[in-house]
């Protein structure tokens, strides 16, 4: 019990600290943030901080997802996204069902969300190097990749835990970000 205790802890901690961050955006005009929530009920699962931008900014809103792990003994991958306990819902169906409600309740708004966390993503994972470029989205070699590929294979893979058609997939996917190993807790409280 002790254990648990103290990962949750040191979760709650992770998420609020994070959540300054982008607290301090609303100090910022610059950024045209508008708003900032913690554990925010609109959001479904992609509540931890949300931050919405000035109708009209051109700025798409971001949903976060902050997972926080006390040791470095794990990683993201593929299959770690599509895991499930028992009857619950993989992450990845989380995060869709979010995207989904999300654009739903406001169809012309863009957004991303993004899953935060101190652990790293599988360095031998075949969909790692299709995630890149300035805001860590997956690029186009995921979408481009045919289903006789590896990494086609994989998107398959993971379009059917979903369930969703093509072209809903494909709009669900261009939304996330994967903000992953950043391990050095000292350096964000400083």
């Not at 802890?9 to 609020?16: I, K, M, R, S, V």
């Not at 700025?59 to 794990?74: E, L, N, S, W």
């Not at 939304?175 to 950043?182: A, S």
Request: net charge negative; aromatic share 12%.
């Amino acid at each position: 019990m002790a254990k648990q205790t103290a990962s949750i802890l040191g979760g709650l901690d992770y998420q609020h600290l994070y959540s300054w961050f982008h607290v301090i955006e609303l100090m910022k005009p610059r950024m045209q943030v508008t708003r900032v929530r913690v554990e925010d009920d609109d959001a479904v699962s992609a509540d931890d901080v949300t931050v919405r931008h000035a109708d009209g900014s051109g700025v798409p809103d971001r949903f976060y997802q902050i997972k926080y792990h006390m040791t470095q003994a794990g990683h993201y991958s593929t299959d770690y996204l599509i895991e499930r306990e028992g009857n619950r819902s993989s992450l990845l169906q989380k995060l869709f069902r979010s995207w989904r409600a999300l654009r739903a309740a406001e169809p012309t708004r863009s957004f991303e969300i993004q899953l935060i966390s101190n652990w790293g993503w599988d360095t031998s994972d075949k969909l790692k190097p299709c995630i890149g470029g300035p805001a860590n989205a997956l690029i186009e070699d995921f979408f481009a990749a045919t289903e006789r590929m590896d990494v086609g294979a994989l998107r398959k893979k993971w379009r059917d835990e979903l369930g969703a058609p093509n072209d809903e997939f494909e709009a669900f996917m261009r939304t996330l970000r994967f903000k992953l190993g950043f391990e050095c807790w000292d350096e964000m409280m400083l």
